[in-house]
């Protein structure tokens, strides 16, 4: 089977296509084909030694994919030949919080192997099956990004109908927040540097745009719109260079999730108004399977569609990866892995 394989040196030029052997399926592993693959930002910084400058090479990228299961072990109940599924980011983390460093650290695209393989085996239990109305280009999306957003807003935060939501952004996470929470009924408010793209995201149903290039104290339109009240939800992906916006921008007793650090990761910052305010911060990581599938369930009812933005062929993962680092992307960039 062929696989991207980042070989012994960080840097998407080290990325090659390479024939690897099938290994046996364990009695407790399905075998998947894999169809479709998709881009996080996270896989940037993973095969330039910017997530981790330890990581143990040579390594699979990318965590997000879905496929068909091809075989599967002697003890397998969970699954069958046939069956269409997603593989789960973290392999060993079923509930709601994550419990032990194994569920954090046993993750898909680093340091386990990832999607960017025709074959993977993956344990039972760490794999989703895919809502029937979803292709395997749109179900690739779901695990990672999707998740991400879903935990913020549901899982961790219970979001309520009519609250306000921000989302910054218009990459895979905040697309994928904005058509959550206009799917819980609350009023969407999309910042982005593109009016173009604002468009898009007014397509999908946001409520209020702010290009956060022209107006850099986006807060204070955040306020307007509230009635001078602030938002109930931040979904917070540029950390360090948009957090003090973000703390402006919240309500009392507000949650801002603490998702992404795009715009810096360490900044010195006036704390007060989060403890004066009451702010509640989250720090989302991902999330669990048993959170992936009620979001399946969710995604199955609504009928919702993914944003997918550009389909890359297989063979050209090093250009999708220098596509996404380059943020022209508005959603989701997948990988045809099947093709
Ligand atoms: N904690 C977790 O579990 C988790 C999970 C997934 C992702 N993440 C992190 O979340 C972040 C987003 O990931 P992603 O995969 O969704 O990325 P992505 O698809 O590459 O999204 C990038 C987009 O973010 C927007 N952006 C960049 N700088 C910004 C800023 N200063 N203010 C507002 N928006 C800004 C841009 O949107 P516009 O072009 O519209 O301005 C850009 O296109 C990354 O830091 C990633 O590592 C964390």
Not at 11 to 19: F, K, V, Y
Not at 97 to 119: Q, V
Request: glycine residues 10%; neutral net charge; hydrophobic residues 45%.
């Amino acid at each position: 089977m062929r696989a991207q394989v980042l070989e012994n040196t960080f840097g998407m030029e080290n990325i090659q296509l390479r024939e690897r052997e099938i290994p046996p399926v364990l009695d407790h592993e399905i075998q998947i084909a894999v169809k479709a693959a998709s881009l996080n930002f996270r896989d940037y910084l993973m095969v330039t030694g910017k997530y981790n400058p330890k990581l143990k090479l040579p390594m699979v990228p990318l965590s997000d994919g879905a496929g068909e299961v091809v075989a599967v072990g002697k003890a397998v109940t969970r699954f069958k030949v046939g069956d269409r599924v997603m593989p789960c980011f973290s392999q060993n983390w079923i509930g709601k919080r994550p419990l032990s460093d194994d569920m954090r650290k046993n993750t898909l695209g680093g340091p386990l192997d990832g999607t960017a393989r025709e074959i993977m085996h993956v344990p039972e239990w760490a794999a989703v099956e895919i809502p029937a109305h979803l292709s395997y280009a749109e179900a690739a999306t779901m695990p990672c990004a999707a998740l991400t957003a879903w935990s913020a807003l549901v899982t961790l935060n219970h979001v309520q109908p009519g609250e306000y939501v921000v989302v910054l952004g218009t990459g895979g996470v905040s697309i994928f927040a904005l058509q959550f929470a206009k799917m819980m009924g609350c009023k969407v408010i999309v910042t982005s540097g593109s009016d173009d793209k604002l468009k898009q995201a007014e397509a999908l149903g946001a409520d209020y745009l702010i290009n956060y290039k022209e107006k850099t104290e986006w807060a204070k339109e955040v306020r307007k719109i509230t009635g001078m009240v602030g938002a109930d939800h931040i979904i917070e992906v540029g950390g360090a260079g948009t957090l003090e916006q973000s703390i402006r921008a919240v309500r009392m007793d507000g949650v801002i999730s603490l998702i992404g650090i795009l715009a810096g990761s360490s900044k010195e910052l006036n704390l007060l108004p989060i403890l004066m305010q009451n702010v509640r911060m989250q720090g989302v990581l991902v999330g669990g399977r048993e959170g992936f599938e009620a979001m399946c369930a969710a995604v199955a009812a609504h009928k919702l569609k993914p944003a997918i933005d550009e389909t890359f062929a297989f063979a050209d993962l090093q250009k999708a990866i220098r596509y996404l680092a380059d943020g022209k992307h508005f959603g989701k960039v997948v990988v045809n892995v099947a093709d």
